[in-house]
């Protein structure tokens, strides 16, 4: 294969970002069935430590020759259970959730191992329970050393390039407040969500002051009742 093959399969089945999120790189789109108005994505993360996988989308499998071609991938994280909806073509590769969404995805994968609290993979992933728009929702804080990419699955998505809250009818309010509470102290300048309006950015770069303004905004509205 030559370099200039390679580099297309790349462009077609796993994507870099954006040259400024250097090592991160995303799947090809899938439109969520019941709002098609939304895309998701799985990213990949080239790391020292071994490549990670977060998020799913059906077919991932389609782009095993990418991900081998930037160092394969050594496993994935779930940010919540509904994502295991999307598995029809998996990676080859072990899968990790939170042990309170595992029922909803072992019914669909196989789980390596589930976790409980905040802990980390080597030093520069991270990962930190959520819980509120499922029980066992994920957020996962990737140190890259020239940047610090945040992964908030549905807890935090883009609508037209906003920051919107995934609460859910079947959500704990109170807890999700709380997690929104938690990721408002999060250092994190890129925010990298499962979901994102079709055809628009599917990540958003942002610092300190107005990721703390757009968490607040979100936060005076839920705790006035809205769910948006």
């Given at each position: 294969?030559?370099?200039?093959?390679?580099?297309?399969?790349?462009?077609?089945?796993?994507?870099?970002?954006?040259?400024?999120?250097?090592g991160?790189?995303?799947?090809a789109?899938?439109?969520?069935?019941?709002?098609?108005?939304?895309?998701?994505?799985?990213?990949?993360?080239?790391r020292?430590?071994?490549?990670?996988?977060?998020?799913?989308?059906?077919?991932?499998?389609?782009?095993?020759?990418?991900?081998?071609?930037?160092?394969?991938?050594s496993?994935?994280?779930?940010?919540?259970?509904?994502?295991?909806m999307?598995?029809?073509?998996?990676?080859?590769?072990?899968?990790?959730?939170h042990e309170?969404?595992?029922?909803?995805?072992?019914?669909?994968?196989?789980?390596?191992?589930?976790?409980?609290?905040?802990?980390?993979?080597?030093?520069?992933?991270?990962i930190?329970?959520?819980?509120?728009?499922?029980?066992?929702?994920?957020?996962?804080?990737?140190?890259?050393?020239?940047?610090?990419?945040?992964?908030?699955?549905?807890?935090?998505?883009?609508?037209?390039?906003?920051?919107?809250?995934?609460?859910?009818?079947?959500?704990?309010?109170?807890?999700?407040?709380?997690?929104?509470?938690?990721?408002?102290?999060?250092?994190?300048?890129?925010?990298?969500?499962?979901?994102?309006?079709?055809?628009?950015?599917?990540?958003?770069?942002?610092?300190?002051?107005?990721?703390?303004?757009?968490?607040?905004?979100?936060?005076?509205?839920?705790?006035?009742?809205?769910?948006?």
């Amino acid at each position: 294969m030559t370099q200039a093959t390679a580099n297309s399969q790349l462009i077609t089945e796993l994507a870099e970002v954006d040259p400024g999120v250097p090592g991160l790189y995303a799947s090809a789109p899938q439109v969520l069935p019941f709002e098609p108005s939304l895309s998701v994505r799985a990213f990949l993360l080239r790391r020292d430590g071994g490549n990670v996988l977060v998020y799913s989308v059906d077919d991932l499998g389609s782009a095993a020759a990418a991900a081998a071609a930037l160092g394969g991938v050594s496993r994935q994280y779930l940010n919540h259970g509904h994502e295991a909806m999307f598995s029809a073509n998996p990676v080859d590769a072990p899968l990790f959730v939170h042990e309170a969404d595992a029922p909803a995805v072992v019914e669909a994968r196989d789980v390596r191992a589930t976790f409980s609290r905040r802990h980390t993979l080597g030093d520069d992933f991270e990962i930190i329970p959520t819980p509120g728009h499922t029980p066992g929702a994920t957020a996962y804080l990737w140190e890259t050393g020239d940047r610090r990419l945040l992964f908030t699955g549905d807890t935090i998505y883009l609508e037209d390039g906003r920051w919107k809250p995934g609460l859910l009818a079947s959500s704990d309010r109170d807890a999700f407040i709380a997690s929104l509470d938690l990721i408002r102290g999060l250092d994190f300048d890129v925010l990298v969500p499962w979901a994102a309006s079709a055809g628009q950015p599917y990540h958003s770069v942002t610092d300190g002051t107005d990721a703390r303004s757009r968490i607040d905004a979100m936060l005076v509205r839920l705790r006035r009742g809205s769910d948006r």
